[in-house]
């Protein structure tokens, strides 16, 4: 198979330090611990995805390799994450900038017991609202990837059963942004049902939420469902 073109190599690194960066930052949050995690970033034709096995924590630009929408190593020494086809799904499917898979402690205990996330705050909509929750399948498989990319639909990030959290956005902070949203929602939720149950912000408020948005030019948002 013929090689892709590769971005300029100014660009591709400046990519790479950013998703380190990232890394770092999310190990940093709690919300990926030693290997548990991976995330990527589109470059030109190609995708920039952190190694398998890597400690995210101490994740160094250079260690991390450029694969091809096929999965294939086009540039860089590693191995890509063992979920790299869960990554490449979602540009395939969503046509993602950045992807972004943690293990996020509580929104982790979360996919372990709900279907769904409901949405309990109005800054639920930059994830399309109320979170579903893809069913569980073993990491690392098709099965997981074809699970994700259709709980996706609609939505710019998903729970994982008994799994993690996956989000995806334009660029790496947006992606890395919504897992930090995902992580917060579920808290919220969490804590809310530990008093009674949880309201939660109608279809129709969600979209006046959105109407407001757009009036005040904070930037566009996905629709909401229903």
């Known amino acids: 198979m013929a090689r892709l073109p590769r971005p300029a190599s100014a660009a591709l690194a400046g990519l790479r330090e950013e998703l380190a960066a990232a890394c770092r930052a999310l190990a940093a949050d709690g919300l990926v611990t030693g290997t548990a995690g991976n995330l990527s970033a589109r470059a030109g034709a190609g995708v920039l995805i952190t190694p398998t096995g890597a400690d995210l924590s101490r994740l160094e630009a250079g260690e991390i390799p450029l694969v091809d929408l096929d999965g294939e190593v086009i540039d860089g020494e590693l191995e890509p994450s063992s979920e790299v086809n869960l990554h490449l799904g979602v540009y395939r499917r969503h046509g993602a900038g950045a992807v972004v898979h943690t293990h996020a402690p509580i929104a982790t205990a979360v996919s372990c017991v709900l279907e769904e996330l409901p949405c309990v705050h109005y800054a639920m909509v930059e994830l399309g609202g109320a979170v579903p929750v893809a069913a569980y399948h073993t990491f690392g498989t098709q099965a997981l990837a074809d699970a994700v ?28 942004g919504r897992t930090r949203l995902l992580e917060w929602a579920s808290t919220i939720y969490w804590r809310a ?34």
């Not at 009674?196 to 109608?202: E, H």
């Not at 408020?205 to 996905?222: D, F, K, S, W």
């Open 149 to 176: 990319g259709e709980a996706l639909e609609g939505h710019t990030a998903v729970l994982m059963a008994n799994h993690g959290t996956l989000a995806y956005g334009p660029d790496v902070a947006s992606a890395a």
């Open 193 to 226: 049902a530990t008093l009674g149950t949880a309201r939660v912000i109608t279809a129709d408020q969600q979209r006046e939420v959105i109407a407001e948005l757009e009036r005040r030019a904070y930037g566009a948002t996905h629709r909401v469902r229903g």
